[in-house]
């Protein structure tokens, strides 16, 4: 079975700190996503990468960055915590792009950001 | 703009019927499509996906797929009160790496 991994179910940070969530799959999945996903507004995608050290902007990625330095482990970095940024964010994987590649999402962290 | 629209519900079911989710995608490219459930608080978990029109059956399951309509839904047949959670359409053009959810629809099954 596919598994994917975040470092934290729950994070309390404060504003202005530098929050880091971890991201792990076990599966040598190529591509990686991170979402955030809040009560009607449904999942937003921040940013994803396609490949190690690749990265792409996602439909929200201001306020955030990323980085993938081994094909396994996809970090999302919040340079500047703010309140607007508490959420849940859920990482996700899938290996490539036919039509038969599935993406599984790990059990994502829900951040407060006081 | 890609677009992939859902009736956010809640849909309202009693135990042992059969519960109906509608999914419209505006992209005829898309290729592939996808139904997650996602119970409160839960990460969203693949059920089923599928890529060709007409039906395809998975246990209670049965997703229906009409590219001409535009059109994917999930059936669950003898519905059960676990079955209670939201239910997330995803859609994937060919060589895409990035699918497009809609915001879900609510299921209750009530005894």
């Known amino acids: 079975d596919v598994k994917v991994t975040q470092s934290s179910r729950y994070l309390v940070k404060r504003t202005g700190e530098k929050v880091f969530l971890e991201c792990v799959q076990d599966m040598d999945h190529e591509n990686m996503f991170w979402y955030r996903q809040d009560p009607g507004l449904g999942l937003r995608l921040i940013y994803f990468s396609y490949d190690v050290k690749m990265k792409e902007k996602g439909d929200i990625p201001e306020g955030y960055s990323v980085s993938r330095e081994k094909k396994e482990r996809f970090s999302l970095i919040l340079e500047s915590a703010s309140t607007n940024q508490t959420s849940m964010y859920l990482c996700?994987?899938?290996?490539?792009?036919?039509?038969?590649?599935?993406?599984?999402f790990g059990p994502g962290t829900r951040l407060t950001v006081l | 703009q890609k677009e992939v629209e859902q009736n956010s519900g809640p849909l309202s079911v009693p135990e042992g019927a059969i519960a109906s989710l509608n999914c419209t995608y505006s992209d005829r490219g898309s290729q592939s499509f996808f139904w997650y459930r996602q119970y409160s608080g839960k990460s969203p978990e693949l059920i089923m996906f599928?890529?060709?029109?007409g039906d395809k059956e998975d246990g209670r399951f049965t997703a229906q797929l009409n590219k001409a309509s535009q059109y994917v839904s999930l059936l669950i047949r003898d519905s059960q009160p676990s079955d209670s959670a939201t239910y997330l359409c995803a859609v994937k053009g060919g060589g895409s790496y990035i699918p497009t959810f809609g915001r879900g629809t609510s299921l209750i099954v009530h005894p």
């Open positions: 599928i890529y060709s029109n």
């Open positions: 996700a994987s899938r290996t490539g792009t036919s039509r038969t590649d599935t993406q599984y």
